[in-house]
């Protein structure tokens, strides 16, 4: 679990990669600034929410759009007892991205950095990793259309 100081006056993004067995979940400043990433199970991902919401200035959540969404996007709903704004992101891409953005927050080490990138594995799983990624395309897709 990876918690960071946090200044409450500013807005956070709640990034959610669901899945059939576990989930990323990650919170980011509307600055960009990553406070917080884990892979949580599936059973477990709905308290966290709640919890993460409860320790954060969350304004919304964004999401995978993928296999599970819309069911876990009713359940959300459902079970928090605040009310959450839910946005749907593509996630299409987002597990290769997520492989090379693994490398660059946790670079190797020892023999695993002699094999070229794309034949490394991550050692744990990186759906926290995409659900950064779904945060960072809702931002980018935010600042493109102001331009």
């Known amino acids: 679990m990876t918690f960071r100081e946090f200044l409450p006056t500013q807005p ?83 597990s290769l991205e997520a492989r090379d953005r693994y490398w660059q927050m946790y670079p190797p080490k020892g023999l695993i950095k002699l094999l070229p990138q794309g034949m490394r594995q991550p050692p744990r799983p990186i759906d926290d990793i995409v659900a950064i990624l779904l945060i960072e395309r809702y931002l980018n897709r935010l600042t493109e259309s102001k331009i």
């Open 12 to 94: 956070a993004i709640l990034g959610f990669d669901p899945g059939r067995d576990k989930c990323g979940l990650a919170v980011m400043g509307l600055d960009r600034q990553l406070h917080y990433h884990q892979v949580v199970l599936a059973k477990e991902a709905i308290v966290s929410i709640e919890t993460l919401c409860q320790r954060f200035p969350i304004s919304l959540m964004v999401m995978g759009n993928q296999t599970t969404a819309n069911q876990w996007k009713q359940q959300i709903s459902q079970e928090l007892p605040e009310p959450l704004n839910i946005i749907l992101v593509d996630e299409r891409y987002t």
